[in-house]
């Protein structure tokens, strides 16, 4: 039997053909019993967006990535992610979903008792990559690129803070997904690897990654984002797009 599209889901057809919308929330709400995580919360994240979710601790930030990466399940609403509605979605989609999205979180999450090249080689693995060739010349590219290479036999937890968001950089990047979630990527760092990091993400970007950070960091917030989206207590309290944030 054909499922019908629900209105959001034509509406975000619609708006993708247009803008290239990857992620739209439809009035979404995230309940915790009686507490209320995010409360109709409706955006879109455009493909060529690098979009900042800001606000303070408790607002809801870590939850709109988590719900982006199917981490959570909504309470009501419609969340769309690259065409498919999350709702919808059948067990055997939320791989294919998943290897779509490349993650970062705050603490790396990094495997100690795995190397560097271990770390990042496991996405492919997971992925299905068979050939150890491609696996070693993908992962050492991505290494180079986020500038550890140099660092693919060493175990995480003789790494720096920096050193390890850069390998967890490079596992988020391997996969070549469309989008990349980080949240709070520079929470744990000093100012200068926070830098050092807000500059990977920029060239990832730069490369046609869609690219969203959730940040508590006024450092990142002034270098600013082509779409920054501000909650408070679960809602959304503003939405700024380039065009305005330029013209401010
Ligand atoms: N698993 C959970 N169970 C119960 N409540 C939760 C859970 N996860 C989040 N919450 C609640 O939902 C609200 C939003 O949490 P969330 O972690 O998304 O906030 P945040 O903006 O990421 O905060 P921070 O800046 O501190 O990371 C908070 O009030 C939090 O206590
Ligand atoms: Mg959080």
Known sequence: MDIKPDKHEKMETRASRKKKSVIGFFNVCKFYGESDAIVDVSFTISKDDFALITGPS????????????????????????????????????VPLLRRKIG????????????????????????????SKNIIHDKVMSVLETVGIGDRAASYPPTLSGGEQQRVAVARAMVGEP??????EPTASLDPEAADAIYQLLQDVHARGTTVVVTTHDLNLLEKGGTRVIHLKSGRMVSIVNQDVWNGL
């Open 58 to 93: 408790g607002a809801g930030k870590s939850t709109v990535i988590r719900i982006i990466y199917m981490g959570e399940t909504i309470s009501s609403g419609s969340v769309i992610v690259d065409g498919m509605n999350l709702l919808r979605i059948t067990r055997p989609q």
């Open 103 to 130: 993650v970062i979180f705050q603490d790396f999450k990094l495997i100690p008792s795995k190397t560097v090249f271990g770390n990042v080689a496991l996405v492919l693995e997971a992925a299905g990559v068979r």
């Open 178 to 183: 469309k989008i990349i979630l980080a949240d």
